[in-house]
């Protein structure tokens, strides 16, 4: 059983042995756990600065627009007075309506959110840089400082309209302390453009197949920074000499003094993230009296800026004679992620085929792959939901589903106690669900408020 009172690092090899004698490639889960939340008792923050940046282009107008501002004010309600926030919207131009101030009563938020109102084109790059430059000066000071912004379309006016500027540009302010997430809606945004804003940025990448569903990921985000324990988590790995290791997620990795540091997402409470490492084994350490193959130490943050110390963990393995070691079964878990993983690449790929407007070719995979991952139910659920936008023939939604899905299999967080079954899903932390379709609401929140 996990611990629940303490952080902890896990190590779980697909199988807890090697083969004597040979080269081989083995797959190791490192999984890193911060403790359950303590009792209900309010404890004393930093605060959070946010700015809520909205997109109000033409073609936001009517129900998204409501939606937004609905979404906006969900979280200026949940802030506590001590807490910052800022309101941005644009068009093809960018107008502050809130500057970053403390949210007091509330009163000057939910009047400048209440007379927004739709506009022309889409100047994105200028309405996150606002949102951003709000919040710059005040950065050291808070225990989360963030852009959330939400657009329908592409960035078509402004100073820059590119990705990678702007998401470079995202990557330079995340470095100065302001993070970026993302809310795409619809079926014009650009999910590059969105997706990378908020990677670069440090921040979360979400989006809606229709102004309905954008409700859930505003609450799950809000969920997840409410509960914040670990920030800045980065994993320092070590092998001995002959040994490769190999990062299968899809996470940024740096080099410190010749070892991969690899920057994971920020954990909450009682979760997990989590990381599989592929050892590449020379022949030569595969010995029966067993060596030590991987060392790991974990480096973090709390949200008020002070060290979260996770104990060390390695992996010390033996090697079995070839019969042996057939006869020892995978790690059901370790074999889950990596299903995941490879799922994730497969819908890349179909993402490829979708534009190239080769359905048969995705048609093929699709079947292909549900024979491959029978044994695992989230991932199944997840394939079922693309053939069925596969037989619509639907290049848009399934360029975006298939993206959005991919990186949240590479990157999603989880519960410590997480097994294959899906029937506990809704009784889960909202961040930690397993959602079938990224694009859309699943799980019933009555206590949400209605526009």
Request: aromatic share 6%.
């Amino acid at each position: 059983m996990p611990n629940t009172d303490s952080p902890q690092v896990l190590i779980t090899p697909l199988k807890p042995a090697l083969i004597l004698g040979v080269a081989q490639k083995l797959p190791v889960l490192i999984r890193v756990q911060t403790p359950d939340a303590p009792p209900a008792e309010k404890k004393a923050r930093k605060p959070y600065h946010l700015a809520l940046v909205i997109d109000r282009s033409g073609s936001m107008s009517g129900p998204p627009l409501r939606e937004a501002v609905r979404c906006a004010r969900h979280i200026v309600d949940r802030l506590d007075p001590s807490d910052q926030a800022a309101l941005v919207v644009f068009d093809d131009h960018v107008k502050t309506l809130v500057g970053a101030q403390p949210v007091g009563d509330r009163k000057a938020l939910h009047i400048a959110l209440a007379r927004i109102h739709e506009g022309g084109s889409t100047n994105l790059h200028g309405g996150w840089k606002a949102g951003a430059e709000e919040l710059l000066s005040g950065a050291v000071d808070s225990a989360l400082t963030r852009v959330i912004l939400l657009s329908d379309g592409n960035a078509n006016v402004g100073e820059i309209t590119e990705t990678e500027p702007i998401a470079a540009l995202c990557q330079e302010a995340a470095a100065k302390g302001v993070t970026t997430s993302t809310y795409g809606l619809g079926r014009s945004f650009n999910e590059d453009l969105m997706v990378a804003m908020a990677q670069k940025g440090q921040g979360n990448h979400y989006y809606g197949e229709t102004a309905a569903d954008l409700f859930e990921p505003f609450g799950e985000e809000f969920d997840l920074i409410s509960n914040l324990h670990s920030r800045h988590v980065k994993l320092a790995l070590g092998a001995p000499q002959g040994v490769k290791m190999t990062l299968l997620n899809d996470y940024p990795v740096e080099e410190r003094e010749g070892f991969p540091l690899i920057r994971l997402p920020d954990i909450p409470y009682g979760a997990e993230a989590w990381a599989i490492i592929e050892l590449e084994i020379p022949a030569g350490l595969a010995l029966e009296s067993g060596n030590q193959f991987l060392q790991v130490g974990v480096m973090a943050s709390t949200p008020e800026g002070e060290p979260v110390a996770f104990p060390e963990a390695s992996l010390t393995l033996k090697a079995l004679s070839p019969a042996a070691w057939d006869a020892v079964l995978p790690d059901p878990l370790v074999a889950g992620r990596l299903a995941e993983l490879a799922a994730a690449q497969l819908l890349i790929q179909a993402r490829k085929a979708a534009d190239a407007g080769d359905w048969e070719a995705i048609d093929r995979m699709l079947a292909e792959a549900k024979e491959r991952f029978a044994g695992f139910p989230w991932v199944i659920e997840v394939l079922d939901g693309f053939e069925e936008i596969a037989q619509m023939r639907d290049m848009a939604r399934f360029s975006k589903e298939s993206l959005y899905s991919s990186r949240k299999m590479h990157s999603r967080l989880s519960a410590k106690d997480e097994g294959m079954a899906m029937s506990e899903e809704g009784a889960k932390a909202s961040y930690l669900r397993r959602k079938k379709a990224q694009g859309k609401a699943q799980f019933d929140r009555p206590d949400d408020p209605q526009p």
